[in-house]
T-cell receptor, first 114, second 110 residues
Framework: DTEVTQTPKHLVMGMTNKKSLKCEQHMGHRAMYWYKQKAKKPPELMFVYSYEKLSINESVPSRFSPECPNSSLLNLHLHALQPEDSALYLC?????????????FGPGTRLLVL | QKEVEQDPGPLSVPEGAIVSLNCTYSNSAFQYFMWYRQYSRKGPELLMYTYSSGNKEDGRFTAQVDKSSKYISLFIRDSQPSDSATYLCAIRNNFNKFYFGSGTKLNVKP
């Protein structure tokens, strides 16, 4: 099973709303990632969690707040977003050891901020 | 200089053609190389990964890494219309950070 699941698939929110994106994997991967992807652009890294600890934060605005409750789950809490934050938000996971370095992506949450 | 450079295309080929997709990278320390396929409005799907130099084959797909030139390639044999997608190369550093190329949009015409 190489599946990463993400919910919801689509989300529309106003600039004053608070919402959360969820990601789950059951491959035993210990590294999990959030990416943001705008149309016709490659994914841009936002956050990396390694062994449930935040290891990389790519200077993401504080209106995005990641959380890793356990090794299988990754959340992204959204608050006071701007219309320019509309994008496809991708979660990914990888083994995080020398055995297997491939990264698997979920289908993404398509976010529209009005 | 970007860590990974990739021609965005678009690349249009007839069905059955051999497709060659390429990326160059800047840091000779990179060891892990991946190719992803992304259909419109979907997440990237891992196609191939290679460690260090050499070739790797999987069905109609062959990934090639030339570390001396810092050049990676993906070849698709007998291309099909269903191969029409954006292909992203990706490289991983030693700190779990993945660098993506800009993606090459491929169109295989029936």
């Amino acid at each position: 099973d190489t599946e990463v699941t993400q919910t919801p698939k689509h989300l529309v929110m106003g600039m004053t709303n608070k919402k959360s994106l969820k990601c789950e994997q059951h491959m035993g991967h210990r590294a999990m990632y959030w990416y943001k992807q705008k149309a016709k652009k490659p994914p841009e890294l936002m956050f990396v969690y390694s062994y449930e600890k935040l290891s990389i934060n790519e200077s993401v605005p504080s209106r995005f707040s990641p959380e890793c409750p356990n090794s299988s789950l990754l959340n992204l809490h959204l608050h006071a977003l701007q219309p320019e934050d509309s994008a496809l938000y991708l979660c990914a996971s990888s083994q995080d050891d020398d055995g297997q370095e491939t990264q698997y992506f979920g289908p993404g949450t398509r976010l529209l901020v009005l | 200089q970007k860590e990974v450079e990739q021609d965005p295309g678009p690349l249009s080929v007839p069905e059955g053609a051999i497709v060659s997709l390429n990326c160059t990278y800047s840091n000779s320390a990179f060891q892990y190389f991946m190719w992803y396929r992304q259909y419109s409005r979907k997440g990237p799907e891992l196609l191939m990964y290679t460690y260090s130099s050499g070739n790797k084959e999987d069905g109609r797909f062959t990934a090639q890494v030339d570390k001396s030139s810092k050049y990676i390639s993906l070849f698709i044999r007998d291309s099909q219309p269903s191969d029409s997608a954006t292909y992203l190369c990706a490289i991983r550093n030693n700190f779990n950070k993945f660098y993506f190329g800009s993606g090459t949009k491929l169109n295989v015409k029936p």
